[in-house]
C-alpha cells in the first residue's frame, strides 16, 4: 500500500518560509520522480516544484528563487522549502510520486500566507 504523508504546512505572514515534508512508504522511493503540487480555491492543481531521480530540479516560474525542493532517499522524504511567502502562495500543497498521471498522491497541507 502506497502513502505519502506530508506535514508542516500552517499560517505564516508574508514574507515568513516554511519547510514541508513528504515521507513516502510502498513505492521504491529512489526511483520515482517526485512533485509538488498546489491547488489554490477555485483554480485547479498545478505544479510547483520537482525533483528527478538524479535530482534534476524543475519549478513554477512563480516560485523561482523562492522555493527548494529537495530529497533524501535513505529517508525516503522530500522537502519543499519556502521562503519570501505571498499571500498568492496560499493553497493546500499536495505531495506526489511518479509524476501527474500517477496515483499515488498525499492528503494535503494547508499553507496560509497572510498580509
Known amino acids: 500500500q502506497v502513502q505519502l504523508v506530508e506535514s508542516g504546512g500552517g499560517l505564516v505572514q508574508a514574507g515568513g518560509s516554511l519547510r514541508l515534508s513528504c515521507v513516502a512508504s510502498?513505492?521504491?522511493?529512489?526511483?520515482?520522480?517526485m512533485g509538488w503540487y498546489r491547488q489554490a480555491p477555485g483554480k485547479q492543481r498545478e505544479l510547483v516544484a520537482s525533483i528527478t531521480r538524479g535530482d534534476y530540479t524543475y519549478y513554477a516560474d512563480s516560485v523561482k528563487g523562492r522555493f527548494t525542493i529537495s530529497r533524501e532517499n535513505a529517508k525516503n522524504a522530500v522537502y519543499l522549502h519556502m521562503n519570501s511567502l505571498k499571500p498568492a502562495d496560499t493553497a493546500v500543497y499536495y505531495c506526489?510520486?511518479?509524476?501527474?498521471?500517477?496515483?499515488?498522491w498525499g492528503q494535503g497541507t494547508q499553507v496560509t500566507v497572510d498580509s
Open positions: 506526489n510520486a511518479g509524476g501527474i498521471s500517477s496515483e499515488y
Open positions: 510502498g513505492i521504491i522511493f529512489r526511483l520515482n520522480p
